[in-house]
Every structure is written in C-alpha cells, then in structure tokens.
C-alpha cells in the first residue's frame, strides 16, 4: 500500500453509522478532492490519500485497521473467525480470514478499523456506460431523508445505466427455498441467504456445509439474472454494508462498494440524492415482492413458523452455529428448517448504527416498501441455475500443532482440581480456543489475566530466589533476619547466623571455567539446605558466600550445624577433565540464646558472624569460628 499524502482538516459531528467515517461532512469533500481514504477523529478528518492503491480484482469489502489503533484488543474479543492477528503492540485484520461481518468496527472507540470496497473498480466500471447498480433495500434507510425515487433517480444520474433493487434477488432465492422445501422438506437445513453465516460455517464450522441451503445469496442470484437479461457486456456493481456473498466463482459483480462509498460517488459527480426530483425519470425494474420476505424466505414458510414450530426454527447470532453443528449431527431429521441470521434482521448489522435504532430503522424500511404484487415478478423458469456447492475455507495458519498448543496451555495451567479455565476473558469461551489462536498468531498470552498473574508470581519469585542456587536473595535475609530477632527478642528464644564463605573460590573459576564454578556452588547450595530445618533460612550473599540463620538452635545444634555442612562440602566434588575438583569453607558463626528484650541488632549479629569468618578464614580456611553469646570464642 503505498501513502501519497496526509492531509487534516476539521470536520463536523458524528455521523449515523459507525462505518461511516465521515458522515457526508468532510468525507464526500475528501474523496471528491481525490483522496481514496477517509478517517475521522473527534473533530478532525484526517484523509489520507491512496489512489495509486490498486486492489488486486473484486475483494467485496476490506476491513483493516488503521494507525489510530491502540492495541486495545476490544476488537480481538468480538471477532468470532480470530481473524484479527496480535503480533506485539501490532494488531492486523487478516484478509483470507475475515467473513466481514463488521463485529469489530462498534467495537473500536478508536476510530481504527478502515472498510473499504472497490470504490476504483466501481469508477472504472462506471465510465464503460454499462454499469448496472444492484441495491439492497436497506438503502432506502441509509440515505434516509431521500426518499427510494431520488435515490434511484441519483444513481442513474450518476451515470448507472440501470438499479436493481434486491427484492428481485429476494423473489428469486425464495422461489428456490420453496422447492428445496418442498422437495426434502424432512431433513434438516439451514438458510444461507446471509453471506456472514455461509462464511462462517466455511471457516469455523465445515461439517455444516452439507446442511446450508445450496442456493445462492439474492445478490448473487440477481447478479446472474440481471446479466442474464441485460446481455454478458454489462458490468455489475453491488452496493451495500456487506458483501454481496460467496458465489463459488468471483465473477458475477465486477465490484462491490460500501454505501459510503456510494455517497462518494454521488459527489464526485455532483450528485445530492435530496435535489433530485421526487418521482422517477426513469422506469426502473420491479421493485415489488411478490412471495419472498427481505432476505429471501418464502413468506409462506414464515407463516409455517408460527403454526408450527418444530418443522422450523429461528435463530439469530453466529453463536447459535455451534450447537446447531452439534444438534444437526446428532439427529438432523428432527430440526427441519433453520432460519439463522448473524444479526436481528439485514438492518441490525452493526454498520447500519446502533441496536437501539433497530425498530425505528424497521419501521422506516417498512414504511418505505411497496406493496406486495399480487402476480409473481419474476419467472422462475426465466431464471438462471441458482445452485450452489460450498467449500470449505482452509487458513493458511490453520494447521498448528498439537504439541504447541499444549505447551501455551501449559503457560496457561489450570484451577487447583486440575481443570481448564475457562474463563472467557480472553475473548474465547475455552482455554483451548484461546491456546490455538495464540498458536497461530491470532491473539496474544497478554490477553490472559491468568497468564499475566502467574507471570506475575513468577517474578515476584524470581525477586526472592537466587536464580542459580535457588537460595533467598540478600533482600530476604535482611526481612527475615529483622523477623526472627524480634521474635527472639519477643520469646526469649535463640538464634544463630552462619557466614559461610567458599575457599579458594576465584581459581576454580579461573581454571576449571564457570561451569565448574557453578556446579560447585548449586552443589553446596543443596548441601545447606540438606543441613537445615525448614524453618531455617539459606541465603546466597554474593558471588561465593552464604549466609544461613538458624531459628531457635541450642549452642551445640548451630555448631553441629556449621561442622556438618563443613565436612560434607570438603566431601563434595564435581568432575573435571582432569579428574575431580572440589573446595572448602570457612564459616563464622554468631550464637545468641534467650535474648529477650535485648537490643541487638540485625548489624550487630552480622558484623559478629563477620568476624567470626575473619578469624576462620585467619586459621587457614576449612574452619567453623564460632561466637557464643555475643563474644568471640578464640
Ligand atoms: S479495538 Fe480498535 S484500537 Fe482496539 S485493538 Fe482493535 S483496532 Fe485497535
Ligand atoms: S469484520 Fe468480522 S470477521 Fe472481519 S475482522 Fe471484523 S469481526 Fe473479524
């Protein structure tokens, strides 16, 4: 994609719809001064001008995301194919994978998701004089206060050569239905006039493909029968809130807009759809249903519904897919017809505003259709095969392995009984969803709160743990030794602290090499704590010291404690080339018994042990010093 120029100009207030991006105030302006797209923040229009953008052929519509995005991931949660991929603080919509169904864009309080339609192709298609506009009724709402003539009358005016409104795709889809009823009407099946639901099942749900009504969406459907009467030269745009749909082939529409990009087009030839004249200049095709409801069912099936209901179900939301998927496998002849829709209706798709609006749109778009004809308006025997077989749609990252899934669940862990979490806060109803999107780039572990807090442990850990030895850090001997004296000031109870110092140290390193170093250091490491209570404290203090406090020991125990950990380390050895190598250690101990209400303090006890060591180490090293009651035993 290449960015010619940025241009910031101020605009007006909010528009209707979320994709709207400018509402008609600066956008129009925009586009019509050449700028290819638009973005709107509050109070200002930011255009950003891509017109040496070539789309690669007909896409239908495009979501991406823009530079506005704060990696809030609202829009990760609500995409129900994963198809929005988290790399770091980069979040993409990936094309092969989205089913376009525009969840994410209400969800984004950032204005960062761009959805964009073939708006050049539509102008190249335009200027052959043989375009032909196929319209959705919903467009009657959407340029509302104009009424259907003048939006008809602005489309022809604009220079399509015809507009078709999709009643006619409607009427002939539904004639479809009623034969596939009425021909297996036993077996279970499952509209596919919403092209959000087709893509869906293709993406997430493939055992459902057998059970979606092979027919066309009436978009698709009205494209082949318009090219079918207007002769193969015309060129067909669709213009709507979503694509046209899955045709199998690609090649029934030569482009597909966006309705804001229609308005664009309105302007950028000077068109307003509210100067054009209130009645037709032109004849236009039917415009009339005569059996089908909006969207393709035989109203006739509809009235089935409400006598009965267990030859025909509805559902709405593509959430309902998952257990129909699992009903319909396990007994498919006792579901009959499944009327599903992603939304309540064409006019509850998120593009089309907010779902507080949907009855007023409703009414609005009833009030505004024709009457019923009371003759069919179109011969079904005229028509053009509406047939249709749907394949599955493999991701190219859909394929991970087992193996890396289990390793993020491992991350992940599970509740104290052993079980997944599942909390859905990542956005996916299991851990195991979670783990595979995470796998194949689609979310993040950041997105887990109970990722995060186990991190979050594991630091705080980290910041107590010596990493090489697994002994405390300086930080916990200074706490616990401010702890234990002022218990044993408290209880009259003793305690003793050892300062523990390898001899030698610095040539084993330098000789043997740092391995050899560290395996003698862990080794000793577990050769203290193998010598001490757990109450006890091992803590490493500095590169080759420790220092251990022992809670509450007699006299003899602490000595017997240093001697034994003496002998043991001078046993100790760990292979080298030249056979084995082991060391030594000096070790000070301070011993204080039943020093209640005394003011010793942690200093105090440290600078004992010190001293203790001096005169260990003074003695030649492979030494216990011990310091009893405060004063040093020579
Ligand atoms: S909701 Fe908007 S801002 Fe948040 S991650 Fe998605 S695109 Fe970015
Ligand atoms: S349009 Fe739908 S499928 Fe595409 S990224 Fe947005 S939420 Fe996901």
């Not at 229009?45 to 070539?54: K, M």
Request: hydrophobic share 40%; net charge negative; proline share 6%.
């Amino acid at each position: 994609m290449s960015m010619i120029n940025i241009q910031v100009m101020r605009s007006g207030p909010g528009s209707l719809s979320p994709f709207r991006a400018g509402g008609g105030f600066g956008y129009v302006s925009c586009i019509r001064a050449g700028f290819r797209r638009v973005r709107r923040i509050p109070g200002v229009t930011i255009a950003v001008c891509l017109t040496s953008q070539e789309r690669n052929g007909f896409l239908g519509l495009r979501f991406s995301i823009n530079d506005s995005c704060t990696s809030c991931m609202a829009c990760v949660r609500v995409c129900p194919v994963e198809a929005i991929s988290v790399s770091g603080q980069t979040v993409e919509i990936v094309e092969g994978d989205c089913i376009e169904c525009g969840l994410c864009v209400p969800s984004c309080h950032h204005e960062a998701i761009d959805v964009v339609g073939d708006f050049d192709l539509c102008r190249d298609t335009l200027s052959t004089g043989r375009a032909v506009l196929i319209l959705p009724s919903e467009a009657n709402v959407y340029f509302y206060p104009a009424t259907p003539e003048q939006i008809l009358n602005a489309c022809y005016e604009t220079g399509f050569s015809a507009v078709y409104y999709e009643q006619l795709g409607d009427e002939l889809v539904a004639h479809e239905y009623q034969r596939l009823w009425g021909n297996e009407p036993k077996r279970a099946w499952l509209r596919s006039t919403s092209p959000i639901v087709v893509n869906y099942c293709r993406t997430k749900l493939p055992e459902l493909l057998p059970f979606l009504a092979p027919i066309v969406t009436p978009a698709v459907a009205l494209a082949r029968y318009v090219r079918q009467i207007e002769g193969a030269e015309t060129r067909i745009v669709y213009a709507g809130v979503g694509a046209p749909g899955f045709n199998g082939d690609r090649d029934v529409f030569d482009a597909s807009i966006s309705f804001d990009e229609l308005e664009a087009l309105f302007e950028s030839t000077d068109v307003n759809p509210l100067d054009q004249p209130l009645t037709m200049t032109r004849m236009p095709p039917e415009r009339r249903r005569h059996l089908s409801v909006a969207g393709g069912l035989p109203r006739d099936m509809l009235e089935e519904n409400r006598q009965s209901s267990s030859r025909f179900r509805k559902e709405r939301g593509l959430e309902s897919l998952a257990p129909i998927a699992r009903a319909v496998l396990g007994d498919e002849s006792s579901l009959g017809f499944i009327d599903i829709q992603p939304f309540e209706g064409n006019l509850g798709h998120p593009a089309y505003g907010p779902p507080e609006d949907l009855y007023w749109r409703k009414d609005l778009a009833e009030l505004l259709e024709l009457s019923p004809s009371a003759e069919p308006v179109v011969d079904p025997e005229s028509a053009p095969d509406l047939s249709i077989s749907f394949d599955q749609v493999v991701s190219e990252s859909a394929s991970v392995e087992p193996a890396e899934i289990q390793r993020i669940l491992d991350l992940i862990g599970t509740t104290p009984d052993g079980r997944a979490w599942n909390t859905g806060s990542c956005g996916h109803s299991t851990c195991i969803e979670f783990a595979s999107a995470v796998a194949r780039g689609r979310s993040t572990l950041a997105l887990c709160p109970i990722y995060l807090g186990r991190q979050y442990q594991r630091a705080a850990r980290d910041a107590l743990h010596d990493s090489l030895t697994g002994a405390f850090t300086f930080r916990v001997l200074t706490e616990r030794l401010d702890e234990e004296l002022s218990r044993a000031s408290r209880t009259g109870t003793s305690i003793a602290l050892l300062f523990v110092d390898i001899d030698k140290f610095k040539p084993i390193n330098d000789n043997y090499g740092h391995a050899t170093g560290n395996a003698l250091l862990v080794g000793i490491s577990e050769i203290l704590h193998e010598a001490v209570r757990s109450t006890d404290i091992v803590c490493r203090y500095g590169g080759d010291e420790f220092v251990l406090i022992l809670v509450n020991p007699d006299r003899r125990g602490a000595g017997r404690v240093a001697e034994e950990i003496r002998e043991n380390t001078e046993a100790f050895k760990v292979p080298v080339p030249e056979g084995e190598v082991g060391v030594t250690l000096s070790i000070g101990v301070a011993y204080h018994s039943g020093i209640t209400q005394s003011n010793l303090t942690r200093e105090e006890l440290m600078a004992e042990a010190d001293a203790s060591l001096y005169v260990a180490k003074a003695q030649g090293g492979n030494t216990v010093h011990p310091a009893i009651g405060g004063q040093l035993v020579r």
